[in-house]
């Protein structure tokens, strides 16, 4: 039995890596400063004190960050020994977005330059704007700007209500994002405009990693929340990654949550919607206890992204986290000799950080498994790896697979 799970902490970044210069980033580290404010008594909002994840810090959390951040985060004293491989990993790709870290970890890093909308107002294209107005018989749109998701939607929904323009916004991601009202302006025509923008995107030749649908709720700005039913329209992957490998050879890959939609569905067998962390952790668990041999169980747990590093949310994050440690022994019960578990991370999403955007940070590598023999490594430390693509190659090794282009396998070829 060899399956892979591929726990995807969306944005836990572990530390400003070597290249944050180029980002404005130096400095910046998602789960050291996190700590730092638990530990300080600035976020009891929920939860309580120091940041305390027992389960992670037994798999090397602590002494992977001490390394990739300079100092041990605060609170976390275990030496050891830990019964996980752990280190910790650069990115290779140019962008800190979404697609290029998981792309990346899949084995294919993105070296190419995405194109991003510059900070002027209006943001994108005219000709390209006024072809979706006639094309989508639209009264025209709102935004036109680079904007924080709930902030826009606070600030034009009601607008957007009055006169079924939608909200076009951008960050500093390549993204085009539209939010609607669900029941004003409806769902489905909502993401029929998005395909209609990707498919225009595209035809301008412009490299736009997603077109974002972000449909919401309420009647006022004090209510409006958005909704789980977020579609994102993803290019394709320059390359095929290990999935597309696994998808050749035969095997499963179970996207749960996010994931089928940033590879674009594309090398993907299976797909389990589930929106929230704990929803996507039981899918997570259902997959792994019904899963064939030869599958990549590959859930993303984005509300860490989404709901608490975009939004600056410190103690939300926190408890996230410690919500999430504390189902781990659940996942550990139900796994299977051959199975290995990756613990990892596309980007940082400082929650302490100036702005809204993601952090270039190194990111956590954790992988454990039932039959995993640490005592067969020099030692469990595998240090600093120098692309995220050390993970795709290790689960191409595990399960068998071609190797990818990119990336060295910590795991022994089977
Ligand atoms: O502010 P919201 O809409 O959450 O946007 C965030 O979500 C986008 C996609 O993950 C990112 O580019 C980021 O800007
Ligand atoms: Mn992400
Ligand atoms: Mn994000």
């Not at 870290?101 to 294209?125: C, K, R, S």
């Not at 179970?254 to 089928?260: D, H, P, V």
């Not at 929803?279 to 899963?291: G, H, R, S, Y």
């Not at 992988?367 to 020099?378: K, Q, R, S, T, V």
Request: glycine share 10%; charged share 20%; with cysteine.
């Amino acid at each position: 039995m060899a399956r892979a799970i591929i726990l995807m902490l969306d944005s836990f970044g572990v530390g400003a890596s070597a290249d944050a210069e180029d980002f404005g980033d130096v400095g910046a580290n998602t789960f050291g400063h996190i700590a730092e404010a638990c530990a300080a008594g600035k976020a009891n909002i929920d939860r309580q004190g120091p940041l305390k994840l027992p389960n992670l810090e037994k798999l090397g959390l602590g002494l992977l960050a001490e390394e990739s951040g300079g100092e041990r985060p605060a609170g976390f004293s275990f030496n050891g020994p830990c019964q996980a491989l752990y280190g910790y990993a650069q990115e290779k790709s140019r962008g800190k977005d979404t697609p290029s870290g998981h792309w990346e970890i899949a084995g294919v890093p993105v070296l190419f330059d995405w194109h991003y909308f510059p900070t002027t107002v209006p943001t994108f294209p005219a000709d390209f704007i006024e072809q979706i107005i006639n094309e989508a018989n639209l009264p025209g749109i709102l935004g036109d700007c680079h904007a924080s998701g709930t902030e826009i939607i606070a600030r034009l929904g009601e607008e957007h209500m009055a006169s079924g323009k939608p909200i076009f916004y951008t960050s500093a991601d390549s993204v085009l994002q539209i939010a609607a009202h669900e029941e004003t302006f409806g769902l489905e025509p909502l993401l029929a405009l998005c395909e209609l923008a990707r498919q225009k995107l595209d035809d301008h030749g412009l490299r736009v990693g997603r077109v974002i649908a972000r449909p919401f709720l309420g009647s006022n700005a004090e209510n409006f929340k958005r909704t789980g039913n977020r579609r994102d329209y993803s290019v394709l992957p320059p390359a095929p990654t290990v999935l597309d490998k696994l998808v050749s050879a035969g095997g499963e890959v179970i996207s749960i949550g996010k994931i089928a939609d940033i590879y674009a569905h594309q090398g993907i067998t299976q797909k389990v919607k589930a929106s929230g962390n704990d929803a996507i952790f039981d899918a997570t668990l259902e997959a792994i206890k019904t899963a064939p041999e030869q599958s990549i169980i590959f859930p993303n747990f984005v509300d860490f992204d989404m709901e608490y590093g975009h939004r600056r949310n410190v103690a939300g994050y926190a408890k996230a986290l410690e919500d999430f440690d504390q189902r781990l022994p659940e996942l550990i019960a139900a796994l299977q000799p051959g199975d290995r578990v990756f613990i990892a991370a596309d980007h940082g999403c400082d929650p302490t950080w100036p702005g809204t955007d993601h952090t270039r940070e190194y990111i956590p590598v954790i992988c454990f498994g039932p039959d995993l023999n640490i005592a067969e490594y020099d030692s469990a430390n595998i240090g600093l790896r120098t692309s995220f693509a050390d993970i795709g190659q290790s689960i191409a090794s595990h399960l068998g697979l071609p190797a990818t282009d990119y990336g060295e396998s910590f795991l022994p070829r089977q």
